[in-house]
């Protein structure tokens, strides 16, 4: 049985595993991301914490299938990425850097679709090849996965569905400069905005500050049966779901992962999703499954490792 | 050098072309599509022209690489159709019938996405591997193209572009029940129904007739400079435009392909899609190139073709 290194690469710690090949997590730790000069010390950290590892474990490299790693930047399909802001990074051959300190062969993704294919081989969409998952955090995320493979696309920026336009009469600027994007709307600062907008125009009584509400806060108030709660969940339910819709019509995707922070809030956000998806799914989509991702922040390594176990 | 057949099942003729592994033509035939009982003659029929075209041009099966076919359903990844209204068929394995029926491997795909992978190979995509190709003909058809590949999805309904919704306020029904699909304002018939909605309201001169106008009237009278026309084909524009953009952020192709009966009106096409793509495109997508089909009645044999190449 061979093994390989799944990386995620953050903008404050790296996180690491060791996974055997049939997907078994050997060992697991991080390491602190020094951002610091452009970033230049990540690749270099990542493989001196390999190479301690091989040794703690007594492993050869002939032992090792490779390295897989997820970036939060868009990376094309040969590994390289053309400027990551969270790392400091501008045009960097993150492939063959990786594989010339390590003398291991190394496979680079985005790290939203990495989180994706994790979630296809060992969490929500397990069993299942056509899947979308969609991160509900900050900002919104995706990762398109067809037949088994990240969607890439020509820049390394496919399954960007937080910048999908949901709402053309929208007068906020999303943080990528276009107005109306899904994150502006299904993110956490986008339910924020959305109870914000909400509390100030309906005054019935609510469990609900308007000066310091979060969507936990949200969800936790539709559990116990908060009326403006449930609008401001419904709201976002609908750009959701409609979005969602539009995913699947052209995807065809057998299931939904919904992971990210604002997926805690468990089966009742579904519930606010599945309704108006199901309004406006073409007949070919109306079976696609819904389901909470279920790896949390090991999606990331488990992906990575996937994508190397993939392509050896 | 092997050679193979392209076949492109449609619901009154049946295309049919035999080609060099290189892509060359070598003979290109068409017979006629018998939809009565349910469709049952089809692939005996089709089978029984191939045999016929092997004798005439003295091959022998070993020459052959295998049959690629595109058919007017949504087609699984194994070549099985659910059912096809066009043909008259239910549930078919139609790989399975062609293989047995001919001695041959098959490969079967919807005949949308056959299409946009023959316009890949030898048409307006020539030499990319990420596209997408938007047939505006009676409906919106389309195909996407990742990494070389036709994105099936799980049921075969991959790239149903055409049921994009683009307009959650619009009243009237598509064919396929839900209320504002991209079809209702980018096909023929969808640019008849703008047409005639705005030859009701605006009652300045024009060349246009309410009656009896079609999609080429108005994208004639564009070129005439009549400015009634132009505001309809900005609509139909803005509608496609936008669709494409959120197209666009899902799979990051590097060249949309306009093709269909529409797409006949030329490059004065193009640039009423470009403008509102580009005000709405993430910025990853900003440098996508549009371009025109090149291949005609041909793209659905050439796609074929190519699929039957690709898994040889």
Not at 1 to 7: I, L, P, T, W
Not at 189 to 196: C, E, N, P, S, W
Not at 212 to 233: S, W
């Amino acid at each position: 049985m061979k093994c390989c290194f799944g990386v995620d690469i953050g903008g404050t710690t790296v996180k690491m595993g060791l996974f055997e090949e049939s997907g078994a997590i050997i060992d697991k730790w991080e390491i602190t991301t020094d951002t610091s000069d452009e970033g230049k010390a990540i690749l270099p950290n990542i493989a001196a914490s390999i190479e301690k590892k091989l040794g703690e474990h007594e492993l050869d490299k002939e032992d090792i299938l490779g390295i897989g790693a997820g970036v939060p930047a868009p990376v094309t399909a040969d590994g390289v990425v053309n400027g990551s802001a969270n790392l400091g990074w501008n045009y960097k051959e993150v492939k063959k850097e990786l594989e010339e300190l390590t003398g291991l062969r190394a496979e680079i993704g985005n790290d939203a679709n990495v989180a994706a294919l994790g979630e296809m081989w060992k969490g929500g969409g397990a069993g299942e090849k056509n899947m979308i998952m969609v991160t509900l955090g900050t900002g919104v995320g995706g990762g398109v996965i067809i037949d088994g493979k990240m969607l890439v696309g020509q820049n390394g920026a496919g399954g960007e569905i937080g910048h999908l336009c949901v709402n053309y009469e929208e007068t906020d600027k999303c943080g990528c400069g276009n107005r109306g994007c899904l994150e502006q709307y299904a993110s956490a600062t986008g339910i924020v905005r959305l109870a914000k907008k909400k509390l100030g125009q309906d005054l019935r009584p609510t469990c609900l500050n308007k000066e310091d509400v979060t969507a936990k806060d949200v969800f936790d108030a539709v559990k116990e049966g908060d009326e403006i709660a449930k609008k401001i969940a419904a709201e976002f339910g609908t750009y959701l779901g409609h979005a969602l819709a539009n995913l699947a019509a052209v995807t065809d995707p057998a299931v939904f992962v919904i992971g990210g922070g604002v997926s805690k809030a468990g089966e009742v956000l579904i519930s606010y999703i599945q309704k108006p998806y199901m309004e406006r799914a073409f007949f070919a989509n109306q079976n696609v499954r819904f389901t909470l991702a279920t790896l949390g922040n090991d999606a990331g390594i488990c992906g990575a490792a996937k994508l190397v176990i993939d392509k050896a």
